[in-house]
């Protein structure tokens, strides 16, 4: 499914909104994500999923073609897996992010400090409940 974007946003459709992915897209994707997880569980792995801050010109495309509740709060249910948002703790929020969607170097270890306890905390939660 392409998006064709121009300035990192998709074109409009018809109501003048940009389009959301086809559900039968959606489905197939969540499939082929979870397809991949069992193999790697069969083999003793995990998987845990994060969401690096976006901002600027990508806000828009994450937030419409992308919803949360049609995307990320789904892989996680359906794949069983912890994750990590960046809009749910304060202190993965406002950092620079020069390109919009990447952390400049200098914050990449701020960053970093904040995710691990939160990765970790999730994991341990997401391992408790199985």
């Known amino acids: 499914w392409a998006l064709g974007i121009k300035n990192n946003t998709p074109p409009p459709g018809p109501d003048g909104k940009p389009p959301q992915m086809p559900d039968e897209a959606v489905d197939k994707v969540i499939a082929e994500v979870k397809a991949n997880i069992d193999k790697i569980r069969a083999r003793g792995g995990d998987v845990a999923f994060v969401q690096f801050p976006y901002g600027g010109v990508y806000t828009p495309a994450e937030d419409f073609a992308f ?43 701020r960053y970093t400090k904040a995710l691990v306890p939160i990765l970790y905390a999730e994991i341990e939660k997401k391992h408790a409940m199985r």
């Open 67 to 109: 919803p949360r509740a049609r995307f990320w709060d789904r892989l996680l249910r359906e794949t069983n897996c912890a994750g990590v948002s960046w809009h749910d703790y304060s202190e993965l929020q406002g950092y620079d992010l020069p390109e919009s969607s990447h952390l400049s170097a200098s914050e990449a270890a």
